[in-house]
């Protein structure tokens, strides 16, 4: 039996132009929006979203691309911009009732989330961000032998063909190995959800593939146009992270004081499946962002 968010019923919704996200929906308030990362689904938020849908209508979609969510060809770099995806957002948020909701992302999740806010200041009322870097910041760290971390997302950007190819030849053994090198506490991830997770990356390498991919180009010149026209995140954000600054060499806070002068940026000792190892610790920061 596929695993679920206990007491969330699942829609189908329209995104930004057409494409249908399945959306996990629960409770009632005032709105949350959830966003997962990879190689992940909506069920990254199982212990999360019900204790905040206790007082809060909260939002789980599959990004587009991911889950069960329509996976569209990658026509043109934009079918899976950061842009696109945020868009979708916004868009599945207000067929839910929610023109302004709070959003907190997680991996790929918080890229679109962060997108969501330059894009959409005035629906977008509070940020999260979780164990990300926004795009062009991550580009600009990666540097020789230490880029090694991120192999993957050169693999993924990529032109189309060899990279799609090479994954779906391994995808359990792709997509597992980062299920199992990114996380401090494998029981955080139980057998079901873990093969709930391979089962749908398994059935999406093309998407998530343009996803990735879009991060290398398309997504990096948005990053530059806003830096260049000193656009910044003014809603109430929170940053969660690993310490990648200790390990990569660079001052994660500075980088996102850049794109969110008020941000809380906070460092915890965790694997990067925080909302799965720690739930409590990440519901306990989520509330305090709402309450700001």
Same mark, same amino acid.
């Given at each position: 039996? !596929? ?5 969330f ?29 990879? @190689? ?9 979203a ?10 789980? @979609?599959? $990004?587009?691309g ?46 679109? #989330?962060?997108?969501?806010? $330059? ?7 509070h940020?999260?961000?979780l ?7 991550m &580009? ?14 050169y ?8 990279? !799609?190819?090479?994954? !779906?030849?391994?995808?359990? !053994? ?15 991830? /139980? ?9 749908a990356?398994?059935e999406?390498?093309p ?20 830096? #260049? ?9 929170t ?8 390990? $990569?060499?660079?001052?994660? #806070?500075?980088? &996102?004081?850049? &794109?969110?002068?008020?941000?809380e940026h ?6 990067h499946?925080?909302?799965e190892?720690? /739930? ?6 989520l509330r ?5």
């Amino acid at each position: 039996m !596929e695993p679920t968010i206990p007491g969330f019923r699942h829609e189908r919704v329209p995104g930004a132009d057409g494409v249908l996200l399945d959306v996990a929906v629960g409770g009632s308030g005032s709105p949350v929006v959830l966003l997962h990362g990879f @190689p992940q689904t909506h069920l990254m938020w199982r212990h999360v979203a019900p204790d905040l849908a206790r007082d809060h209508l909260v939002i789980c @979609p599959d $990004l587009r691309g991911y889950g069960a969510s329509d996976k569209p060809a990658a026509a043109d770099p934009s079918v899976y911009s950061k842009r696109t995806m945020a868009a979708d957002v916004v868009a599945v948020a207000r067929h839910l009732g929610a023109d302004r909701f709070a959003l907190a992302g997680h991996d790929r999740g918080a890229l679109v #989330a962060i997108r969501a806010g $330059l894009d959409h200041p005035t629906a977008v009322t509070h940020l999260a961000s979780l164990d990300v870097l926004p795009t062009l910041d991550m &580009w600009d760290i990666l540097h020789g032998v230490d880029a090694s971390v991120a192999f993957h997302l050169y693999l993924m950007a990529q032109p189309p063909g060899l990279p !799609e190819r090479m994954i !779906e030849g391994s995808s359990d !053994e792709f997509f597992g190995y980062f299920l199992d090198a990114w996380s401090r506490h494998p029981d955080a991830i /139980p057998p079901d959800v873990r093969a709930a997770y391979l089962r749908a990356s398994r059935e999406a390498v093309p998407s998530i593939v343009a996803d990735y991919r879009a991060s290398a180009g398309i997504d990096l010149e948005h990053d530059r146009a806003d830096r #260049a026209a000193g656009r910044v995140l003014g809603m109430p954000v929170t940053v969660v992270q690993q310490d990648w600054g200790a390990a $990569l060499g660079y001052d994660a #806070a500075a980088i &996102w004081k850049a &794109w969110a002068p008020g941000v809380e940026h906070l460092t915890l000792d965790l694997g990067h499946f925080m909302a799965e190892e720690a /739930p409590a610790d990440i519901v306990g920061i989520l509330r305090g962002l709402l309450s700001r």
